[in-house]
């Protein structure tokens, strides 16, 4: 579905990303992990078009494309949750979810038809959430979350990335989050998730990609490896081994 080849990102003296590779393919979650500083949230930011690498390319269906700027990334079909989640905490459910996508014209109508699309959306993902006219400021963190996964669903899109997106939830939150994030899968989506917690990725993920230092480290498929090695590649033990 996406592939990003030789990605290499500089500030100044630094380099983010090194040579960094990258293959999304179609009904699998991919666990993006690394230290801090090793460039996951820089890869996730060029894919995404918040930034743009110095040099590589990108390949989206198979073809070499442009992302430029986060409304290149929407159009082909690439949706990213920021750990920040980004919603509105005064408004509800159903603002959150139809946030920039309003017309200018209010009708009572339009009110109901975005009420049923977000019920309907809702239930497709098995997000259980009592009243939607609630403001997202009264729900819980797992809740958050699923709302700001449904909202990047809107647009039908093909790569969804997920910025940590367990951070700060309790035991039974997390499982909500994990469930969901496997229904993506199932939907045949292509799923990048960033987590440093490692028995959520070993829960939810089918392949591992560990970064180091900016560079490529290991891709191992979930299923085959075990904990230590995906540990002794995020540390570099292997390497010194």
Same mark, same amino acid.
């Given at each position: 579905?996406?592939?990003?080849?030789?990605?290499?990102?500089?500030?100044?003296?630094?380099?983010?990303?090194?040579?960094?590779?990258?293959?999304?393919?179609?009904?699998? %979650?991919?666990?993006?992990?690394?230290?801090?500083?090793?460039?996951?949230?820089?890869?996730?930011?060029?894919?995404?078009?918040?930034?743009?690498?110095?040099?590589?390319?990108?390949?989206? $269906? $198979?073809?070499?494309?442009?992302?430029?700027?986060? #409304?290149?990334?929407?159009?082909? $079909?690439?949706?990213?949750?920021?750990?920040?989640?980004?919603?509105?905490?005064?408004?509800?459910?159903?603002?959150?979810?139809?946030?920039?996508?309003?017309? #200018?014209?209010?009708?009572?109508?339009?009110?109901?038809?975005?009420?049923?699309?977000?019920?309907?959306?809702?239930?497709?993902?098995?997000?259980?959430?009592?009243?939607?006219?609630?403001?997202?400021?009264?729900?819980?963190?797992?809740?958050?979350?699923?709302?700001?996964?449904?909202?990047?669903?809107?647009?039908?899109?093909?790569?969804?990335?997920?910025?940590?997106?367990?951070?700060?939830?309790?035991?039974?939150?997390?499982?909500?989050?994990?469930?969901?994030?496997?229904?993506?899968?199932?939907?045949?989506?292509?799923?990048?998730?960033?987590? #440093?917690?490692?028995?959520? %990725?070993?829960?939810?993920?089918?392949?591992?990609?560990?970064?180091?230092?900016?560079?490529?480290?290991?891709?191992?498929?979930?299923?085959?490896?075990?904990?230590?090695?995906? %540990?002794?590649?995020?540390?570099?033990?292997?390497?010194?081994?």
């Amino acid at each position: 579905m996406l592939s990003a080849r030789d990605i290499t990102k500089r500030y100044g003296a630094v380099r983010a990303l090194d040579g960094v590779n990258l293959r999304l393919v179609a009904g699998e %979650v991919v666990a993006l992990v690394g230290d801090n500083g090793a460039g996951k949230s820089t890869l996730v930011k060029v894919i995404s078009g918040a930034i743009t690498p110095d040099s590589g390319e990108i390949f989206f $269906g $198979g073809r070499p494309v442009r992302i430029g700027r986060p #409304h290149d990334a929407q159009a082909l $079909g690439i949706s990213t949750v920021y750990q920040d989640l980004a919603l509105c905490e005064n408004l509800d459910v159903v603002a959150n979810l139809f946030l920039g996508a309003e017309t #200018h014209r209010w009708s009572l109508l339009r009110q109901l038809r975005m009420e049923r699309a977000t019920r309907d959306l809702l239930a497709s993902l098995d997000v259980r959430i009592r009243d939607i006219r609630a403001p997202v400021a009264a729900l819980s963190g797992g809740q958050r979350q699923s709302v700001a996964i449904s909202r990047a669903l809107l647009g039908e899109p093909r790569v969804v990335l997920l910025d940590e997106p367990t951070a700060a939830l309790g035991v039974e939150q997390t499982a909500q989050v994990l469930d969901l994030v496997r229904r993506l899968r199932d939907r045949g989506l292509a799923v990048l998730v960033i987590s #440093h917690n490692l028995a959520d %990725v070993r829960a939810v993920s089918d392949r591992v990609v560990v970064l180091r230092l900016g560079r490529d480290a290991g891709d191992f498929r979930t299923a085959d490896t075990s904990q230590e090695a995906i %540990v002794a590649a995020i540390t570099g033990a292997e390497a010194a081994a």
